[in-house]
């Protein structure tokens, strides 16, 4: 069911709270992926301790709830790579020294392959039949992707965003879409970094110098401000 969103909501936000109109707004869930979430996954192979990122998943399926009742364009991204490794730079490939490298054999199939298990979005943020896949190359969702497209088409030009990880592939995106004109207003809580420093660094980043590259706001302000239920906190 739909539930009938105000024509415009002011948004808490830092540097300054932020006028959005929901007719123009989507919901951008960035990389919320099997392969950085759970072990055995790309982020793992690298050395990190996936749990650290576990803190998103509730407060994006809360956004994605609120999302789909109001009727909100939902993107999400996954980053991967073709089987042949055709779309995956040597340099990427070979960068580091990791348990398994792209497209090594796996517990979740092959590392950061589409199609297989852990390029999957985690179970809990599944996207529903309508909302738009944009499968990823590189970090930025812009980046050799029809993304920039499919919002033109949809005449977006305000994004909420969520996903991991903070300095990584949200802050890639962010820095691309705002150079592209879109107003990215960042929800802190929906988002995570395998390095807690530089999940907080990342969010300075954005909302620095009057909002160099956007808004930060969080997932209990972007609920109020669309009217949805808040989920209580324990
Ligand atoms: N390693 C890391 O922090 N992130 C990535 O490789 N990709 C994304 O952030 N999605």
């Known amino acids: 069911m739909t539930q009938t969103l ?3 909501s002011r948004l808490a936000a830092e540097p300054e709270p932020i006028d959005v109109r929901w007719a123009t707004t989507a919901l951008l869930l960035i990389d919320m992926q099997r392969d950085f ?3 055995g996954g790309f982020g793992e192979t690298l050395g990190n301790d996936v749990s650290r990122l576990q803190s998103a998943v509730a407060p994006c399926a809360a956004l994605l709830a609120a999302a789909r009742k109001a009727g ?5 991204t996954r980053e991967g790579h073709l089987p042949d490794l055709s779309d995956a730079p040597p340099a990427k ?5 990791p348990r398994l490298r792209i497209g090594d054999p796996g517990p979740m199939g092959r590392i950061l392959i589409r199609g297989e298990a852990g390029h999957d979005i985690v179970p809990a943020l599944a996207p529903a039949a309508g909302e738009i896949v944009i499968d990823k190359p590189g970090k930025g969702a812009f980046y050799a992707t029809p993304l920039g497209e499919v919002l033109t088409r949809r005449g977006i030009d305000t994004l909420l965003v969520g996903g991991v990880t903070t300095e990584v592939c949200v802050n890639t995106t962010v820095r691309e879409a705002n ?3 879109y107003r990215c207003i960042v ?3 929906c988002c995570a970094s395998y390095f807690p420093a530089f999940h907080e660094a990342g ?3 954005i909302k620095a110098q009057g909002g160099i ?3 930060v706001s969080s997932s209990a302000a972007a609920l109020a401000a669309m009217g949805a239920p808040q989920p209580v906190r324990t």
């Open 37 to 39: 979430l759970e072990p």
């Open 203 to 205: 969010l300075q980043m």
């Open 93 to 97: 490939v070979a960068r580091g020294a």
């Open 6 to 8: 105000p024509t415009t």
């Open 187 to 189: 929800l802190a809580d």
């Open 179 to 181: 150079d592209r004109g």
């Open 213 to 215: 590259f956007g808004w």
């Open 72 to 76: 909100l364009s939902v993107v999400h």
